[in-house]
């Protein structure tokens, strides 16, 4: 595999990780915002749930990075 070509591939695998660390705890945010509206649940689940999306969003985060350092590497 050419060179460059798989230095563009691991910087496109590495500009998702903004995008992981946004998406995580918005989508908390809307979850809980849902709950609330719908079932009347206390404010503090936005809290939670941005947690809980942030958590998820740290184990993608995660994996990623393992990923990219196994294929940097195998060579």
Same mark, same amino acid.
């Given at each position: 595999?050419?060179?460059?070509? !798989?230095?563009?591939?691991?910087?496109?695998?590495?500009?998702? +990780? *903004?995008?992981?660390? +946004?998406?995580? *705890?918005?989508?908390?945010?809307?979850?809980?915002?849902?709950?609330?509206? !719908?079932?009347?649940?206390? *404010? !503090?689940?936005?809290? +939670?749930?941005?947690?809980?999306?942030?958590?998820?969003?740290?184990?993608?985060?995660?994996?990623?990075? !393992?990923?990219?350092?196994?294929?940097?590497?195998?060579?």
């Amino acid at each position: 595999m050419n060179a460059s070509f !798989k230095l563009l591939k691991m910087l496109g695998i590495a500009i998702t +990780i *903004p995008t992981m660390l +946004i998406s995580g *705890p918005l989508a908390g945010f809307l979850i809980a915002t849902w709950l609330i509206n !719908k079932w009347n649940f206390s *404010p !503090k689940w936005i809290m +939670i749930c941005v947690l809980l999306g942030l958590l998820g969003s740290s184990i993608q985060i995660t994996r990623l990075i !393992k990923h990219l350092y196994k294929e940097s590497r195998s060579g």
